[in-house]
């Protein structure tokens, strides 16, 4: 059907994390190539984009988030030439290629860093944030580092300290500076000429800091064993006056380009994420939605409680999206269990907006469990609990030695899962109710009905306290989603009087037409249904 809507407002979004898709070359790290060479399973799978952590020239202290040239390809991953491929390969698939873009910091290898702390004069010099030290000789503020620490760094050569709100390995950018404006914002245009379909934004939040560096405030709620970075309250560091100045600079930028979309990391409460959506909505396409990820219960009323928050909050005509998982979060079927996972891929896939998945969620992948001294994350050297490493494991392909992702005998940069001979892509494959065939379903349905892309929500009321109910339609279509997350059958009631198809139930093995009066859930199920409208 003809409508008026974007590709990344219909589509499905796939995040891939390049280092542990696919090893092509058997170095024991994911490629460009590997990528290129899944593209047909992933659309075979049935998504509409991938978005690559990057993959750009890094030393890698925080895996490709620390940049030493914006407008190259890091040779782990490939070449240019293999990202022209890539582009090329996945636009002939009908496949979109959102990059990472990371605006906040760079490595401190990066050539202008490297002027920058040359001298005072130095004509980068205020490209960074450098600050003298305070009366004490010590860092300027209390700011600290997201990583742990100050995120003040002393350099003796020069006298004055540079700000890391991460890895004391990526200094801050100086964003007041207009040339530093214009040098990224070419950056992004390097890409967009190339035919890249957009960028995820790293790390928006944080891009401006208070003029005066004033200290950030105690968190009076802060108890030990709460991350350290938590410490205080990031006030004067997050979502600063001028950022939506910035903001709709880059949505510029973009908008000279065809179809190309912004999606922005901002880890902000629901109403201030909203304001970068922008008031003319000329700012961020999709600010990322993380509310899922952070819902302290996983239950229907809270969720539900999420959703019709999050809608309500919504500026006319912004578009919605909502993410599970992503490459610095626990995995969502370690969170709800391998049963709920296949309810909250029904979830995610039926919700209204674009939804992110995570490689490996329609796999129903877990964190993986590592030794202290296998981990990589630079957040995991003081605190193994933070590291993200169990989340990052090598994508799970087949029951071969390396799960498929390196060859046999070669060491994968982290552990594969202990469970990959049962939970990979070609016995799933065979298993005709795989959490991957549900999810292959769910993006066929999800496809063929535009009161799943385009119609509107809302929640139905249920006595069951343990159903989360919704409908969406589209002008006469109409689609049901009942989602029971217990473990007990529970009954649900949709209509008195009418009948509804059932398009897919998460357990697989029921369709066709039932009277809407009485719906009997089983633990963790979840249908989808067509009614009249
Ligand atoms: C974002 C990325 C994370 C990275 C950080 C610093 O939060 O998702 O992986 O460590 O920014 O770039």
């Given amino acids: 059907m003809m409508h008026s809507h974007s590709w990344w407002q219909t589509g499905v979004i796939y995040q891939i994390y390049p280092r542990s898709f696919l090893d092509s070359n058997g170095d024991g790290i994911g490629d460009l190539s590997g990528i290129t060479s899944k593209l047909d399973y992933l659309r075979w799978l049935g998504v509409d984009a991938l978005w690559l952590s990057p993959i750009y020239p890094s030393p890698m202290a925080d895996f490709g988030y620390d940049i030493t040239n914006y407008t190259n390809v890091h040779p782990l991953f490939g070449t240019l030439k293999d990202l022209d491929t890539l582009l090329h390969e996945a636009h002939q698939r009908n496949l979109k290629i959102i990059l ?71 200094p801050d950018l100086n964003w007041r500076n207009p040339q530093v404006r214009q040098a990224m914002y070419n950056n992004m245009r390097f890409w967009l000429e190339r035919g890249v379909d957009g960028f995820r934004v790293d790390a928006l939040e944080v891009l401006l800091k208070d003029e005066q560096f004033r200290d950030n405030p105690l968190n009076p709620a802060w108890k030990p064993g709460d991350p350290p970075r938590r410490r205080l309250i990031e006030h004067y560091i997050v979502d600063q006056p001028g950022m939506h100045d910035i903001m709709q600079e880059m949505r510029a930028l973009t908008e000279k380009y065809d179809q190309r979309v ?237 009948q509804g198809r059932i398009l897919l139930s998460t357990h697989m093995d029921r369709e066709g037409l039932i009277p809407l009066s009485e719906i009997h859930l089983r633990g963790n199920e979840g249908i989808l249904l067509e009614v009249e409208a």
């Fill in 100 to 170: 990472d873009f990371v605006p906040n910091h760079t490595s401190d290898e990066h050539p202008w860093f490297q002027q920058s702390r040359e001298s005072r004069t130095n004509d980068k010099r205020d490209w960074y944030i450098w600050r003298d030290p305070a009366d004490d000789g010590g860092p300027p503020n209390n700011w600290q580092s997201r990583f742990g620490g100050s995120a003040w760094k002393f350099d003796t050569p020069s006298g004055q300290y540079y700000l890391h709100l991460y890895d004391v390995k990526q």
């Fill in 262 to 498: 912004l999606i922005g990391e901002l880890a902000l409460p629901v109403e201030r994420l909203m304001s970068y959506y922008g008031e003319q909505l000329d700012e961020i396409h999709l600010p990322f939605n993380f509310q899922f990820v952070h819902l302290p219960t996983w239950e229907a009323h809270a969720i539900r409680q999420t959703v019709e928050g999050y809608e309500a909050a919504l500026p006319e005509g912004a578009w919605p999206n909502w993410v599970l998982g992503n490459h610095d979060m626990s995995r969502i079927a370690t969170r709800v269990g391998r049963e709920q996972a296949r309810l909250t891929q029904m979830l995610l896939l039926t919700l209204r907006g674009t939804p992110t998945c995570y490689y490996g969620e329609e796999l129903g992948m877990q964190n993986i469990t590592l030794a202290h001294e296998e981990m990589q994350d630079p957040l995991a050297r003081e605190h193994p609990e933070y590291s993200r490493d169990p989340v990052r494991s090598p994508m799970q392909w087949d029951d071969s030695a390396n799960a498929g992702f390196s060859p046999a005998g070669i060491k994968p940069w982290l552990p594969v899962a202990n469970d990959y001979q049962t939970y990979n892509v070609s016995a799933e494959q065979q298993d005709p109710r795989s959490i991957l065939m549900l999810t292959r379903a769910l993006l066929a349905v999800r496809r063929s009905y535009d009161a799943l892309t385009l119609g509107s929500y809302r929640s139905v009321e249920q006595e069951s306290a343990n159903c989360f109910v919704y409908q969406r339609q589209y002008v006469h279509q109409c689609c049901l989603v009942a989602l029971n997350f217990s473990a007990q059958d529970q009954v649900v009631t949709l209509s008195r009087q009418r």
